[in-house]
């Protein structure tokens, strides 16, 4: 039987941090563990320097600027799979070939931004997905979300649309030093990780901080700077600007320590295609508080804490009342969440997408 070929995009490794760059390469990971088939074989697209470093059997096709108008570098595959709705690579598709995109969001649906990021957004989405064969959602809610607005996309013909949920290659369960944060060991402290920007929604936990006993520490892997200024003005206003510790540049083993010695994770956010970092705060057994929207419902399920207001008062009421239920028998609520966490592994991840790639 004929080797069928497959081209995985993998460009966003060049944001490490990014939530796309830590998913691909769990799925490369995974595949790399899994048992091939003698029928398919894997190559891995994107920066030279970063997948020579990238430790893996596959071989590898590096990224180059000319790709995004001659697509003569993924001829001889037979599959191509875009990695996200917005690459400017794996565009074109010979008539030969099959073509997978995953669909992380359509977050730009329902943010406040202006009319010019809002056309650029959709069409980079238009032209990642309007020659698919198949659509891959992370989530059901991606899903639902891509159904109820297909009508904004044009195809060639209409892709399957199925789901595979992101899957985590969680850290070995030991203790993690806080290093360069050694001073947060005498602090109890909300953990929270992403972007700063407003849909993540940091600023409802600062307003939070007058009336709870614990710190916030932020993790952010990049910002927008109104938002950040909006953000330092009302610490300010509140005068809690010594209780907020902000850090970027975070490494894994870092972030592993900072979830380890949390009180929780608070991830409020108004828009999320999936939901990662509540994900690695349950798998340490940390009670997390999240928004009822889009995705998050789904990931947390009946586990998670939900905030279904954003005024102060309510958010503050959740929060106690969600530690204090997990207060009562903490080794039994943390081992709860841990084994939720454990159904999003990256190998489950990898199996889903293998049994797609023989099956197209």
């Known amino acids: 039987m004929e080797m069928k070929k497959i081209l995985i995009d993998l460009e966003r490794l060049r944001y490490p ?6 998913v691909f390469r769990n799925l490369a ?24 470093n990238f430790k893996t059997k596959f071989a590898f096709v590096a990224r180059k600027a000319l790709h995004k108008v001659l697509p003569f570098y993924s001829l001889k595959y037979n599959i191509l799979h875009t990695s996200h709705q917005l690459s400017s690579y794996f565009h074109y598709k010979f008539s030969n070939q099959k073509k997978i995109v995953t669909l992380h969001d359509l977050n730009f649906l329902h943010e406040e931004i202006s009319d010019k990021k809002y056309k ?17 959602c992370i989530s059901e809610f991606t899903k639902k979300d891509f159904l109820a607005n297909k009508k904004l996309f044009r195809f060639k013909k209409m892709p399957e649309i199925i789901v595979i949920h992101n899957g985590m290659d969680f850290p070995m ?52 700077d109104t938002y950040k200024t909006e953000l330092v003005a009302e610490m300010k206003r509140l005068n809690v600007e010594d209780r907020v510790h902000v850090f970027s540049n975070v490494s894994e083993n870092e972030k592993w320590a900072l979830i380890q010695n949390s009180v929780s994770m608070c991830h409020p956010s108004l828009a999320e295609g999936f939901g990662i970092p509540p994900i690695e705060a349950m798998y340490f057994g940390k009670p997390v508080f999240l928004s009822n929207l889009t995705s ?65």
Do not use: C
Not at 17 to 22: E, H, P
Not at 29 to 52: C, M, Q
Not at 328 to 337: A, G, R
């Open 173 to 224: 369960m030991k203790t993690y030093d806080l290093e360069r944060f050694f001073f947060l060991k005498a602090k109890n402290y909300i953990l929270n990780i992403g972007v700063l920007f407003p849909k993540k929604n940091q600023l409802s936990l600062i307003r939070m901080l007058p009336f709870i006993e614990e710190d916030l520490v932020l993790v952010v892997s990049g910002e927008k």
């Open 17 to 22: 941090n990014s939530g796309i760059a830590n």
């Open 296 to 360: 998050l419902p789904e990931i947390g399920g009946e586990v998670a804490n939900y905030f279904t207001s954003f005024e102060t008062h309510e958010m503050v009421s959740v929060y106690q009342k969600g530690m204090s239920k997990y207060n009562l028998d903490k080794l039994v609520n943390s081992e709860k969440l841990t084994t939720w966490s454990k159904r999003y592994n990256y190998l489950e991840m990898a199996k889903n997408y293998m049994e797609l790639y023989e099956r197209i």
């Open 120 to 136: 650029k957004e959709l069409g980079k989405v238009k032209v990642n997905i309007e020659n698919a064969d198949v659509i891959v």
């Open 29 to 52: 990971i995974g595949l790399n563990e899994l048992d091939l088939t003698n029928t398919l074989e894997v190559s891995l697209y994107g920066s030279k320097d970063t997948l020579e």
